[in-house]
């Protein structure tokens, strides 16, 4: 679906399209990320046990074979709340947003894109918690 859906917008725009992607469940290459902070530049929350299911999708082999793709966004994990960089491609897993499912408090918030049309490859990011406002 990722690859016929990118090549399509290629062909519509004439060129690849960056783009940012948001999943529930994160890939199992943000494992990588999380065990390998001084290369990936992770920074902050990562208390919680990754629940990715170490199933290779190859979904991140696609997304680097394509190109297009310049951050992958994800919520599973509550307790959570880092970014970091793996292959080119930023990666980014958020805690909670609401008061249902359970969390840590001060993690509770949502991500902030800023997009720049200029430069659509750079994808800035950053998170604002309930507890700051």
Same mark, same amino acid.
């Given at each position: 679906?990722?690859? !016929? $859906? =990118?090549?399509?917008?290629?062909?519509?725009? +004439?060129?690849?399209? %960056?783009? &940012?992607?948001?999943?529930?469940?994160?890939?199992?290459?943000?494992?990588?990320?999380?065990?390998?902070?001084?290369?990936?530049?992770? !920074? $902050? =929350?990562?208390?919680?046990?990754?629940?990715? +299911?170490?199933?290779? %999708?190859? &979904?991140?082999?696609?997304?680097?074979?394509?190109?297009?793709?310049?951050?992958?966004?994800?919520?599973?994990?509550?307790?959570?709340?880092?970014?970091?960089?793996?292959?080119?491609?930023?990666?980014?897993?958020?805690?909670?947003?609401?008061?249902?499912?359970?969390?840590?408090?001060?993690?509770?918030?949502?991500?902030?894109?800023?997009?720049?049309?200029?430069?659509?490859?750079?994808?800035?990011?950053?998170?604002?918690?309930?507890?700051?406002?």
């Amino acid at each position: 679906w990722y690859w !016929k $859906g =990118s090549e399509e917008l290629e062909a519509h725009c +004439g060129e690849k399209v %960056s783009a &940012l992607m948001l999943m529930h469940i994160a890939p199992w290459e943000f494992q990588y990320v999380v065990d390998n902070p001084e290369q990936t530049g992770c !920074k $902050g =929350s990562t208390v919680e046990q990754m629940n990715i +299911g170490y199933l290779n %999708s190859g &979904l991140f082999a696609t997304v680097l074979q394509r190109g297009d793709v310049k951050c992958i966004a994800c919520g599973h994990s509550h307790e959570d709340c880092f970014e970091g960089e793996y292959a080119g491609v930023k990666m980014c897993l958020d805690a909670c947003a609401g008061y249902s499912p359970y969390g840590i408090d001060a993690l509770r918030g949502g991500r902030v894109f800023v997009l720049n049309e200029a430069h659509p490859e750079k994808i800035e990011t950053h998170m604002v918690h309930y507890s700051e406002l």
